[in-house]
């Protein structure tokens, strides 16, 4: 069977000191037939001179002139992409060497899936193991909690590109959780298969916008948006109904902390 292009998306942020090993995990990879799309969202580290040294024509670097913001970006970023599938890796992650030939092979025999997403190893800023994500049972629970818990790496994922002419781009109007919010538009309009293999490698950092106070109340608003999203647009059980309810109740309670408190 004839194996499509991989278009790789990257988008890049200030990521000088990780950003070598990322794309030198791409140009390992087993599979062969890739493109690495990039786009650096104006950053003021050594990131853009890094990029500049690039002499590789399977590489596609795109220097913006102005900060966009992350949303922006990957939007961006897709209009340029060639391939028939498209796969994410952050510019501070890594995939593993058999990462594409797994997804695509996989997305190639099974054509009624549009999205495949993988377990992946947790390291911290020095390299150094610290978990896995998500857990085993929280793969074969997948189906049942993806409504109210993203349990994705956005760098474990490969979709086909065609499928976003039923889905969208990323959504606009979120700026920590697009890749949640693209998922769950991928699950509302077709299927997604989660394979227990280990296919990236994500680092855990203090400086992502998961852990940033700057960052606090846009990643509660962004919850609880998603999570009327699910109970909008998915016929749900009553426990799941429950689980959105409670996390509704908890992150209100977060949101009226930060307001008021900023904690």
Known sequence: MK??????????????????????????????????VIVDDFSTDKSRKILRKIKNNKIKVFLLNKHIGRTNAL???????????IAILDSDDMSCANRFYVQHKFLNENKKINMIAARVRLIDENGKTVGFH???????????IIFYKN???????????????????????LKWAQDYGLILKFY??????????????????????TY?????????????????????????????????FVRMIINNIKFFLIQIFGI
């Open 134 to 144: 998500p857990s085993i049972k929280e793969i074969k629970d997948f189906n049942k």
């Open 75 to 85: 939007n961006y970023g897709l209009k340029k992409t060639k391939g028939k599938y």
């Open 151 to 173: 349990i994705i790496a956005h760098s474990s994922v490969m979709f086909r590109k065609d499928f976003l002419k039923k889905t969208g781009i990323y959504p606009k109007n």
């Open 3 to 36: 194996s499509p292009l991989v278009s790789v998306l990257m988008t890049v942020y200030n990521s000088e000191k990780y950003l070598k090993s990322s794309i030198k995990s791409i140009l390992k990879q087993s599979f062969k037939k890739w493109e690495l």
């Open 212 to 244: 940033r106070k700057e960052y606090k109340l846009t990643r509660v608003k962004e919850q609880i948006s998603l999570l009327f999203f699910s109970l909008n647009n998915f016929k749900l059980n009553t426990f799941q109904k429950y689980k959105i």
């Open 188 to 209: 509302k309009t077709g299927k997604l298969f989660f394979t227990p293999k280990v296919l990236a490698i994500c680092r855990v950092l203090k400086t992502s916008m």
